[in-house]
């Protein structure tokens, strides 16, 4: 069975950078497209986007020039870079598997939160 | 993009009844790509319901999807006391972002 987990730092500052990795176990990273969700405190659920283990990726219009996603193969990781963040994108990020033939988001990792702030 | 409205935001219900959780889109969304999920405090959400209607591995008989085009409905046909939690539905489309909806509380009463 697939198990996810994610790991970054739990706090950045405003205008900085976060980075998050998520760790695919008990499974092939290959094949698959692997997302990134996130969800501010106390709302709802927001797709950041996706990284296919080729490297190919898509990206939420609202997000996308700030986001960059990456996978590497050989760690069986995929990771997230979100640019000059601000308050508003303090939330718990979630990294998640798409399962095409369900069209669906079958397994998650548990959630990190990160914390913008100075 | 697609907006999925969810409501009620709340829904106060005890034990033993019937919940009604909707989920209207902005646009039509294939059935296909209609998806209900559950999250309880302090987790991830956990899929439900696929393709509208197609409960996902373990989910339990009393959970069940319906709709089609711009209207769709998750039910609990009798809730149990592990049912009381947030549900979502999601929409994948290849003319608009995936999408979740705002959710809908379900709580006791």
């Known amino acids: 069975q697939v198990q996810l987990q994610e790991s970054g730092p739990g706090l950045v500052k405003p205008s900085e950078t976060l980075s998050l990795t998520c760790t695919v176990s008990?499974?092939?990273?290959?094949?698959?497209?692997w997302n990134w969700i996130r969800q501010p405190p106390g709302k709802g659920l927001e797709w950041i986007g996706y990284i296919h283990y080729s490297g190919s990726a898509n990206y939420n219009p609202s997000l996308k020039s700030r986001v960059t996603m990456s996978v590497d193969t050989s760690k069986s990781q995929f990771s997230l870079k979100l640019s000059s963040v601000t308050a508003a994108d303090t939330a718990v990020y979630y990294c998640?598997?798409?399962?095409?033939?369900?069209?669906?988001?079958?397994?998650w990792g548990q959630g990190t939160i990160v914390t913008v702030s100075s | 993009e697609i907006v999925l409205t969810q409501s009620p935001g709340t829904l106060s219900l005890s034990p033993g009844e019937r919940a009604t959780l909707s989920c209207r889109a902005s646009q039509s969304v294939s059935s296909s790509h209609l998806v209900w999920y559950q999250q309880k405090p302090g987790q991830a959400p956990r899929l439900l319901i696929y393709g509208a209607s197609s409960r996902a591995t373990g989910i339990p008989d009393r959970f069940s999807g319906s709709g089609s085009g711009t209207d769709f409905t998750l039910t609990i046909s009798r809730l149990e006391p592990e049912d009381f939690a947030l549900y979502y539905c999601?929409?994948?489309?290849?003319?608009?972002?995936?999408?979740f909806g705002g959710g809908t509380k379900v709580e006791i009463k």
């Open positions: 999601q929409q994948y489309g290849s003319s608009s972002p995936l999408t």
């Open positions: 998640a598997k798409w399962e095409a033939t369900w069209n669906a988001f079958d397994i």
């Open positions: 008990g499974g092939s990273i290959s094949s698959y497209y």
